[in-house]
Nanobody, 116 residues
């Protein structure tokens, strides 16, 4: 069955870095555009980064531009999110998303907490 499993979240101090990973299985990964979203308590889910099937990166939203980098490895069915200069406002559950035509899959998410 389709699975997206995120890992790499945790507690980090302000200014620190984390790399999130998303392992995909159960579908033809290379056909799917991949994205990372996040949702903080009491807030709506928001897009963090997106990458096309061929590795083209979509424009990052201003709130992560210059700090976050998305990448993918089609040979390993993996997508990554490198997060630098983390701030308390980056605290959220981060989820990966796979999209192709009308198919849309979500992972369970991984918690990222930025706090001193």
């Amino acid at each position: 069955q389709v699975q997206l499993v995120e890992s790499g979240g945790g507690l980090v101090q302000p200014g620190g870095s984390l790399t999130l990973s998303c392992a995909a299985s159960g579908f033809t990964f290379s056909r799917y555009a991949m994205s990372w979203y996040r949702q903080a308590p009491g807030k709506e889910r928001e897009l963090v980064a997106g990458i096309t099937t061929g590795g083209g990166v979509l424009n990052y939203p201003d709130y992560v531009k210059g700090r976050f980098t998305i990448s993918r490895d089609n040979a390993k069915n993996m997508v990554y999110l490198r997060m630098n200069s983390l701030q308390p406002e980056d605290t959220a559950v981060y989820s990966c998303n796979a999209r192709y035509s009308l198919e849309n899959y979500w992972g369970q998410g991984t918690q990222v907490t930025v706090s001193s």
